[in-house]
Each structure stands twice: as structure tokens, then as C-alpha cells.
């Protein structure tokens, strides 16, 4: 009785019996089917069926072969563009509600970040009845006896707005909850000084806050690489992306063992992605004081 | 903000255009959808002219019910799961200063960086090829928790930061054991966090489709059905399954600002 | 004593990492009495209350309360009470609920709870008010509710944790009186830690002054602020003068020591010898001073210069300079005829007054 007790005023095992379960849940459920997929992409598929025979033919062909690799290339371009265009559209708005929001704060954030919570296919709905051939844009512009604007209609373009719509919330949150821990005085301090405003935001603001970008590019640039969904519905004939061929792999095609190799290399770029951004937080020495500032 | 000189104003001016451009873009849609559910002609509805046809014609789709029932299953699944392992982890990181917590932060928050498409197939490929099990909707509930988690973890961890763990150790003084000082005082503090936690991870769950979509196997789901159809050019229903669901998700989130206000109040915080 | 002892605490060691938190430490607190536990910040002292409360396992030794060792037992089984820094009332509790959480935890009955409220709202003079919110009253009104909640299932031990370290000075002195009167009329023993000397003098029988992780002196109060056997306990109990000098000889417990030229006599405590650099400490208000040299008696006798004096109201410290530059302060009443800036005087101590300790480069 008494070793029990003992054993309860150890923190480090209420810590693990806190945490552990949920640990243990994200390492089987998340860490280990990811891992599974590596494997199977060094194996190959045989009429729907996976066989464990070594090999590296998948990544020959991802990463050999220009018709995936074009793909993929695409895809990361694209993740690249909406991501930069989210980052300089999201900055100022979220600075905006950071510094003079108020009490109003708040609302403002929440109303950025709840149109993300409606599901991804059915905000791909809404931006379809509105760039699409017979959505609104389309339908007045011809009520008003223009021309139609085609770069809207099943275009890369319009695959482009649709992903923004979707994840410009992400960038927007994770750069006003930076600047919401970050001291505007410091700025002030920066102007007595003698920098103009300009200069004080690239001097104090930007560096201090580069952390929070860099989570925000990240939680941008990743579901961008990997949204299936928004090119297929919003893309139009040339609007397939890479993983949409991943897909392809998983569906009708049934060459696991390709699909899992392609599902590896978007991990590692991702990962790349990452962990460049890491790097660059790292040698910036960002204002990071730990979580609980 | 007394000293505005007119290049701050300027500034700020085109940051506010900057952020009722960026409300309008991210609503526009959302209530253009909700207006096209009621009209009649949905490609070009003016003058508008009312119908509730749409909403009759989902009503009688013959998966819709099944579709909702199991979203909702997904929805209760994932949020209960992820609430649970997130509360735990939560107070569990912050109460004990164990040296190396930060690993675990990272992991809870790994899912966050992860492709959900890639949680999605990676989940089929190991629950199929390794466990054997076939797409259901416990293993949509597993999979989505693996995702749902880092969310209700984010939000649970936001709002405990500002709790005084102190207080626990007032009840454990004065006679409580960790599960009844757990009832009297630390939940009665934290509830606002965790009940964010479990309607945000609703959503997600309930809305998810990439991941529920490689899970599910060939059960219907509110996602999968709008999936179905879109494949086939829009039908109106969509609009009105869109309105439903987005009047929903509204709705909860409206109970989530109240409680954040009520969890102010309750952390002794001011209300910014 | 020590069958009267209610809390014994053996050899209790902590660590955190590589700093010993408290390193063993023990002592004794006897039934019916008012403890302090004096140290600055960092001295251990917060986390030896936690060992004893049982919110921190020590890495060794015993703590024994009531006779029953309890070192290995949760806080909820050691039945004592507590009043934290900053009050730490529950937020979502009213005051009454508050106070009866220790004996709804113990299992009371809604009866007897009633009885018990009454009897403690009446005794901390909180009639009335406990049907109020914690955020609905004054700091005075919270730190009387913490109070209650300690005292209200009349537990073996109370421990208070800088209890008044958040009120400000007026408020702080009515509650230090206060608090003294709840510790008499109820005989229970009280554990107070503090960083505030006045508040342990004030308040308590016995004393112990903490210093990284040890105890430095235990001891009555009077015994420990007149006779400090440390020089961390003579530097940071009251407000001493440091006088640096050398050791010119010894005789048993008196020191003749040379400071900057001026030879003075004082009480040895440690072993500085002929020849060492020493310290004396010295209390500002042990130290007479006359305009006359008629008004003193003391064996060492100074002159000097009133530099500045510094009016505190009901007494004032002058600062002199004496013949050797060094400056002494002199706690004095607000005036003394014929002293004024500038003034000649003649000051003077008792042997017993000036404590003389190796100074601390010379320590091994």
C-alpha cells in the first residue's frame, strides 16, 4: 500500500499516465501507417496485391520518369505560389487585428478562421457556382453582354483562388497569434531611435515574428501540395496535380507500391519544407520564449 | 493609437480594405451558397424566386439520412477521442515539469504537418495489408483522431496555459484525491476549453473527407455523398446540404466564442 | 520538547537537478506554538512547507507529524491545513464553499459543516459574506477566507506559505496582529514561511532562518535576532552595520580588532584568530549616539560626522562618517538635541552588540 502511494507522488508517472495514451494513439495510428507506406514503396503490386520484393522500380519511375515528375514539380509550384500569396495578403490583416483590433480581436479571428471549418468539398461547391462557366462572375459578366473571363473557368488560376479560399485562415491565425505575443512597444522603441517605420518593421517586427510565418507557410504550403479535391473539381483538363496521380495509384490503376513510393516523396518534400524553414527560424534566433509567453 | 500621422493612416486604411476584401471573399461564397439553395434557378437566380424544393429533394436522396447518421458517429467518434487524449496530454504537460515534455508537444502536434491525404492512404495501407481490418467507420473514427487531435490539443493547450495548476494542489491540502480534486476543481475550471476542444473536433471529424473518404470503404458519409455528386456536375441538393452544414458548423462555433468569453471569466482573465 | 513535538522533520534532503533545494534539514515544532521559517528567496524554505504539506517527496529523511511518519503519504491523507501565496481561493466557489471544502473532502455532514462555517465566519469576523464570490472582496476580506479555510477543520498543523507577502504595508500590519490571535486562541501550531524578518519577529515564539537549503539558526526570536550564531543569520536578520577589519588579538569570546585605524572590541562567534580579516556586524539601533561624549558608556567609543539623516518617522537613521571615511548608520529618534547635519558626535556599543565573523574570502 504504502510503494503505491510512493508511486502516486512520482510525477514522472502521472506525467506518462496523462500523456501516454495519446502518445501512444498519434505513434500507432499516425507514425506507424506512415512508416507501413515506406515499406510498401520498396515492395511492388501484382493484380491488386502487394508483394514484399525489394526493389527501388517505384522511385525510378516517381522521381525518373517526366510524366510524374512534371507533376510533382507542378505541385510544388503551385504550393510555393499560394503559399506566398497567402503569406503577403495574410500579413497585413493579421498585423491589422493585432495592433488595433481591441476588444474586437477576437470576433475578427474567429470569423477568418470559421469558413475553414465548413469542409473542404463544400466550400470547393460555393467557389465553383461562382468562378465556374455558369457561376455568378460568368453569368453577370454575359447579363452584361461582356465576355465570359476564361482564365476562371476550369484553369489552374482558378484551382489557384479555390486553394487560397481554403487555407488562407491557416497563415492568417498562425501570424496573429505571434503578433499577439509580441510587444508593439518594442517598435516604438525601435522609431525613437531613429527608424522610420518602414525600417522598424523589417528590423523588429518581421525577425521577431518569423517563427509564426514560418508555422503559418508550412500549415499553407503542405494541404496546398497535397490538395486533391480543389484541382479536380476547380482545375479543369490541365488541373491535375501530383496527387492526383497518387490517387489514380490507389483507385482504378491499383499499383499500391507506385502510390506508396509517390506518398513517400510528398512526405520528404514536405519534410524538406520544413525543415528549411526550421533552419532559417533557427539561425534568425526569433524572439521565441516558449510556449507559455 | 492618439498620434496617428496620415501615413499611419493611409497604412491602415489599406490594411482595414485589405481585411473586409478578405471577409467578403471567405463569406461571399458561403452565403451565396445559402441563397442559391432557396432559388428556384440556380444559374442565374434574379429576380429571385423562392423554392424549397432543394431541401425537399435531399431530404428524399436515399443516402442522405445514412450519410448523416454516420458523419455524425465520425463526428462524436473522433471529437470524444481526441477531447480525452488531448485533455489528458494537455494538463499532463503542463502540471508536470518533466524534462523532455517538449518531445511530446512536437508529437501531439505532428499530425498538424502531415497531408491529410497521406494520413488517409497510409491508414487504408496498413489497416489493409497489415491488420487485415476493412474500411469501417471505427477505423474512419481512428484515423481522423490521429488528425483531430493536434486541434483539440491546440485548443485545450491555449486555454490551460492560463489556469493556476496551484489550485489542485489547494484541493490535494485539504483532503481531495487527484480524481475528486480533478471533479471539484480542476474541471469546473478548464470545462470551457474542453467543450471547444470537442466541437472543433467534431467538425473536423463530421466534415472531414480526404481521410474519412480512404476509411470508410463504400459507406456513405455526408463528405463522400457531396463527393459523388460533384463528380457529376452540381446538383442543387448540394446547396442546400451546403447551407444546412455550414448553419451548423456556425452555430457551434458561436457556442465556442461564448465559451472562450466564459473561460476568460472563469481563468480570471481580462476578455481580449 | 521533543514528546511535545508535533512536526518532527529529520534529515530532509531535496534536490532539482543539480541544486540542493534543501539539504538536510531537520527540526522540531512543539504543539501550541507559532514557527517561523525565515529566508530570502531560493533558500529552500517554500520547498521544505511542500515537503511537509506533501506537494514534494523529499529524496531523503522522515517527516513525522503528530507522532505518525508521513513522509511517503499524498497530501489528501495528512490532514493539515494550508494558506498559499496569493490566497488561491477557488474561483468558482463562493466564500462558504470555500471554507467548508476541507470538511466536505473529510466527509462531514451538511449539518455539521453549517456549525462549523458559523463558528469560523464568526471568529475571522467575516459574518455574512459567505454567500460572496472570491472576486467580490477586498485583499483583507480573501486572506481572512484562505485563514478560515486552513483553521475551519481545526488540523494538527497549519502551514502558511508567505501568507501576507501580496498585501500592502497598512493592511499587512492589522493582519500580522490578527494572525498572531488566531494561532493563540486556537493552540494550534503554526508553520509560517516568510522572506520578511518583521513579519517573522512580530509574529512568532520560535524562529529558524534558512540559507541555501540549510538551516543556518533555530532558535527563540529574540535569541536568534540578538545572537545571530551565523553571518548570513548577522547580515540578514535586522538591519546591521558590516564593518571590515583585522583581527589584532584574542581573549576567549572578546576580539580587539583594527578598523581602518580605529580599535574596537567585539563578541567572537566562529573562529576568527589574531591576524584574520574579519567582518563585524553590528545593529543600527544598538549604537548610541550623544552630541556630548558625556552621554556614553559603552566599551568602544567612536566620533564621527552626521552626514545626512534620513527621517523615517518615529525614528530616523543618521548616517556618520567617522574619523577613518567609513559611514555607520545609527537608528536614532527622529530628533536629538544638538544633532544635526554636520554635527560632531560621539557614538558608542557594547561588546555583546558588535558580532565579529572571519570574513568570508578567508573562509576555507
Known amino acids: 500500500m504504502k510503494g503505491r502511494r510512493a508511486l502516486l507522488l512520482d510525477p514522472r508517472v502521472r506525467f506518462a499516465t496523462l500523456v501516454g495514451p495519446g502518445a501512444l494513439f498519434i505513434v500507432l495510428f499516425l507514425l506507424i501507417p506512415l512508416l507501413s507506406i515506406v515499406v ?210 490507389f483507385g482504378s490503376a491499383g499499383t499500391w507500391a507506385l502510390g506508396s513510393a509517390m506518398g513517400v516523396v510528398m512526405c520528404v518534400a514536405s519534410l524538406a519544407v520544413i525543415f528549411v524553414l526550421w533552419r532559417t527560424v533557427r539561425l534568425r534566433r526569433a524572439g521565441f520564449t516558449g510556449a507559455g509567453a | 493609437m492618439a498620434a496617428v500621422n496620415p501615413g499611419a493612416r493611409f497604412v491602415i486604411g489599406g490594411q482595414t480594405a485589405m481585411l473586409l476584401a478578405l471577409y467578403l471573399f471567405l463569406y461571399f461564397p458561403i452565403f451565396y451558397t445559402g441563397y442559391l439553395s432557396i432559388m428556384e434557378n440556380n444559374v442565374w437566380p434574379f429576380p429571385p424566386v423562392f423554392t424549397g424544393e432543394w431541401y425537399d429533394r435531399l431530404m428524399i436522396m436515399s443516402d442522405f439520412h445514412v450519410g448523416l447518421l454516420n458523419s455524425v458517429l465520425i463526428g462524436v467518434g473522433t471529437a470524444s477521442l481526441s477531447t480525452l487524449f488531448a485533455t489528458a496530454a494537455a494538463i499532463g504537460i503542463l502540471r508536470y515539469p518533466i524534462r523532455r515534455r517538449g518531445v511530446i508537444v512536437v508529437l501531439f502536434l505532428a499530425p498538424l504537418f502531415v497531408a491529410q491525404i497521406l494520413i488517409g492512404i497510409s491508414t487504408l495501407m496498413f489497416n489493409r495489408n497489415v491488420l487485415g481490418i476493412p474500411g469501417n467507420i471505427e477505423s474512419a473514427i481512428v484515423a481522423n483522431t490521429a488528425y483531430s487531435v493536434s486541434f483539440a490539443f491546440l485548443v485545450i493547450l491555449a486555454q490551460l496555459v492560463r489556469y493556476d495548476w496551484r489550485f489542485d494542489e489547494v484541493a490535494q491540502v485539504f483532503g481531495a484525491r487527484p480524481f475528486r480534486t480533478f471533479r471539484e476543481v480542476t474541471f469546473p475550471n478548464i470545462w470551457p476549453a474542453v467543450l471547444g476542444a470537442f466541437i472543433i473536433s467534431f467538425i473536423l471529424g463530421f466534415n472531414n473527407f480526404e481521410i474519412t473518404f480512404y476509411n470508410v470503404a463504400a459507406i456513405p458519409t455526408l463528405p463522400t455523398i457531396a463527393w459523388g455528386t460533384l463528380r457529376h456536375g452540381i446538383e442543387p441538393e448540394l446547396y442546400a446540404l451546403a447551407t444546412i452544414v455550414n448553419a451548423l458548423v456556425f452555430l457551434l462555433l458561436f457556442i465556442i466564442y461564448l465559451l472562450i468569453r466564459v473561460g476568460a471569466l472563469r481563468l480570471g482573465v481580462p476578455d481580449d | ?124 469576523r467575516m459574518e455574512g459574506l459567505g454567500d460572496r464570490f472570491p472576486h467580490q472582496l477586498s485583499g483583507g476580506q480573501k486572506q481572512r477566507v484562505a485563514l478560515a479555510r486552513g483553521l475551519v477543520s481545526r488540523p494538527e498543523l497549519l502551514l502558511l506559505d508567505e501568507p501576507l507577502a501580496n498585501l500592502d504595508r497598512e493592511l499587512r500590519k492589522e493582519m500580522e496582529i490578527e494572525v498572531r490571535r488566531y494561532q493563540e486562541e486556537l493552540g494550534i501550531p503554526f508553520v509560517y514561511v516568510t522572506h520578511n524578518q518583521e513579519e517573522a519577529l512580530t509574529m512568532s515564539d520560535r524562529m529558524a532562518v534558512m540559507h541555501q537549503g540549510v538551516l543556518e539558526q533555530i532558535g527563540p526570536k529574540l535569541e536568534v535576532y540578538n545572537a545571530p550564531a551565523t553571518r548570513f543569520v548577522a547580515s540578514f536578520v535586522g538591519a546591521p552595520n558590516k564593518l571590515s577589519g583585522r583581527v589584532i588579538e584574542g581573549e576567549g569570546e572578546r576580539l580587539r580588532i583594527d578598523w581602518g585605524g580605529i580599535t574596537l572590541i567585539g563578541r567572537s562567534v566562529g573562529d576568527a584568530r589574531q591576524g584574520d580579516r574579519a567582518e563585524i556586524y553590528l545593529k543600527s539601533e544598538r549604537i548610541a549616539l550623544s552630541a556630548s561624549a558625556d552621554g556614553i558608556h559603552h566599551e568602544n567609543r567612536i566620533e564621527g560626522t552626521v552626514r545626512d539623516i534620513i527621517f523615517k518617522g518615529q525614528f530616523a537613521d543618521y548616517i556618520v562618517r567617522a574619523d577613518n571615511e567609513a559611514e555607520l548608520v545609527v537608528s536614532g529618534p527622529p530628533s536629538i538635541a544638538g544633532v544635526d547635519r554636520g554635527s560632531r558626535v560621539n557614538l558608542g556599543w557594547a561588546v555583546e552588540a558588535a558580532d565579529v565573523f572571519l570574513a568570508a574570502d578567508d573562509e576555507p
Open chain 1, 40 to 249: 510498401f514503396s520498396f515492395w511492388r503490386t501484382e493484380s491488386y496485391e502487394l508483394i514484399s520484393d525489394w526493389n527501388v522500380n517505384n522511385y525510378e519511375a516517381v522521381l525518373g520518369e517526366w510524366i510524374y515528375l512534371k507533376f510533382l514539380l507542378k505541385s510544388l509550384a503551385m504550393a510555393a505560389a499560394v503559399s506566398a500569396i497567402c503569406l503577403v495578403y495574410a500579413w497585413p490583416c493579421a498585423y491589422l487585428i493585432a495592433k488595433h483590433g481591441g476588444r474586437y480581436k477576437l470576433v475578427l479571428v474567429l470569423l477568418t478562421a470559421a469558413p475553414f471549418l465548413t469542409g473542404i468539398l463544400l466550400r470547393i461547391t460555393a467557389m465553383q457556382q461562382i468562378l465556374g462557366p455558369i457561376g455568378l462572375v460568368n453569368m453577370a459578366l454575359m447579363e452584361l453582354g461582356a465576355q465570359p473571363i476564361q482564365v476562371l473557368m476550369y484553369t489552374n488560376i482558378a484551382s489557384a483562388v479555390g486553394l487560397i479560399y481554403l487555407w488562407i485562415p491557416f497563415m492568417l491565425l498562425a501570424i496573429y497569434l505571434s503578433l499577439f505575443n509580441f510587444n508593439f512597444e518594442l517598435l516604438e522603441v525601435a522609431k525613437v531611435n531613429g527608424a522610420r517605420p518602414w525600417r522598424a518593421f523589417f528590423e523588429v517586427t518581421w525577425p521577431l515574428n518569423w517563427m509564426g510565418t514560418a508555422i503559418g507557410i508550412v500549415l499553407v504550403f503542405i494541404p496546398t501540395f497535397a490538395a486533391s479535391v480543389t484541382p479536380r473539381f476547380l482545375g479543369g483538363p490541365d488541373g491535375s496535380m501530383f496527387v492526383n496521380r497518387l490517387e489514380h495509384q
Open chain 3, 1 to 124: 520538547m521533543s514528546d511535545q513535538a508535533i512536526l518532527r522533520i529529520e534529515a530532509v534532503e531535496k534536490r532539482f537537478g543539480a541544486v540542493r533545494a534543501v539539504d538536510g534539514v531537520s527540526l522540531e515544532v512543539g504543539r501550541r506554538e507559532f514557527f517561523a521559517l525565515l529566508g530570502p528567496s531560493g533558500s529552500g524554505k517554500t520547498t521544505l512547507l511542500r515537503i511537509v504539506s506533501g506537494l514534494e517527496a523529499p529524496d531523503r529523511g522522515r517527516v513525522e507529524i503528530g507522532g505518525t511518519d508521513v513522509t511517503r503519504l499524498p497530501p489528501y491523507l495528512r490532514r493539515i491545513g494550508m494558506v498559499f501565496q496569493d490566497f488561491l481561493l477557488f474561483p468558482h466557489r463562493t466564500v462558504a464553499e470555500n471554507i467548508t471544502f476541507p470538511l466536505k473532502m473529510q466527509g462531514r455532514n451538511a449539518a455539521e459543516r453549517e456549525e462549523q462555517l458559523d463558528w469560523i465566519l464568526g471568529f475571522v
